[in-house]
């Protein structure tokens, strides 16, 4: 069993940065750093989507074409703990994040592919 916390959240104008924060912790003998992670998103009304992930051995990531060049996601495995760079925020990033992770993922970008979810943390942007 995985729980993750997120954390880093709130209000921040457009343009501005913000950074989400995941941490991670397991009953099991083994760390997190064997597993892949990600992020989703889910704006009200819509539905849940991809934004970033990262293999567990930290070099493969993938992005959300809505999301390159401006957001960054990296892991610290030594603290079981994710991140998410948000910079040059919009009013459209304005979301519930949702950190992710599972032992091995085929399609990133699915949400079925993933097995642990956090319960998410609230991120506007105001213009």
């Known amino acids: 069993q995985v729980q993750l916390v997120e954390s880093g959240g709130g209000l921040v104008q457009a343009g501005n940065s913000l950074m989400l924060s995941c941490t991670a912790s397991t009953a099991s003998e083994y760390t997190l750093s064997g597993y892949d992670m990600g992020w989703f998103r889910q704006a009200p009304g819509k539905e849940r989507e991809f934004v970033a992930s990262?293999?567990?051995?930290?070099?493969?990531?993938d992005y959300a074409d809505s999301v390159k060049g401006r957001f960054t996601i990296s892991r610290d495995n030594a603290k079981d703990t994710l991140y998410l760079q948000m910079n040059h925020l919009k009013p459209e990033d304005t979301a519930v994040y949702f950190c992710v992770a599972d032992p091995w993922v085929r399609t990133v970008q699915l949400t079925s592919g993933w097995r642990y979810w956090g319960q998410g943390a609230q991120v506007t942007v105001s213009l």
């Open positions: 990262i293999k567990w051995i930290g070099v493969e990531r």
